[in-house]
Nanobody, 116 residues
Framework: QVQLVESGGGLVQAGGSLRLSCAASVSFFSIRALGWYRQAPGKQRELVAAIASGGSTNYADSAKGRFTISKDYARNTLYLQMNSLKPEDTAVYYC??????????WGQGTQVTVSS
């Protein structure tokens, strides 16, 4: 079992920045992949960014050049630095962890609202 707790969401004006954090209850050495997803009202949950155990990253086209995913092994914390935010980035952002055996765990989500 992996528990994930997100924080860092909030209300920001368009063009602003936010940094999301996701603290895990287990060592990152036991996690195969980590990711940030988001879900806007009336839309399906979508991948924003992911990072594998080896450090390779993957970004949605909408996030490329604006968002950066990173992880801190000492703190077992995943981050998402979001710059140049747009109103269409408004969503609940979820942290996801995948462990060997294809088990996946989700955090409770953190709301990001970008005003125009």
């Amino acid at each position: 079992q992996v528990q994930l707790v997100e924080s860092g969401g909030g209300l920001v004006q368009a063009g602003g920045s936010l940094r999301l954090s996701c603290a895990a209850s287990v060592s990152f050495f036991s996690i195969r992949a980590l990711g940030w997803y988001r879900q806007a009202p009336g839309k399906q949950r979508e991948l924003v960014a992911a990072i594998a155990s080896g450090g390779s990253t993957n970004y949605a086209d909408s996030a490329k050049g604006r968002f950066t995913i990173s992880k801190d092994y000492a703190r077992n914390t995943l981050y998402l630095q979001m710059n140049s935010l747009k109103p269409e980035d408004t969503a609940v952002y979820y942290c996801n962890a995948e462990i060997p055996g294809n088990y996946r765990f989700w955090g409770q989500g953190t709301q990001v609202t970008v005003s125009s």
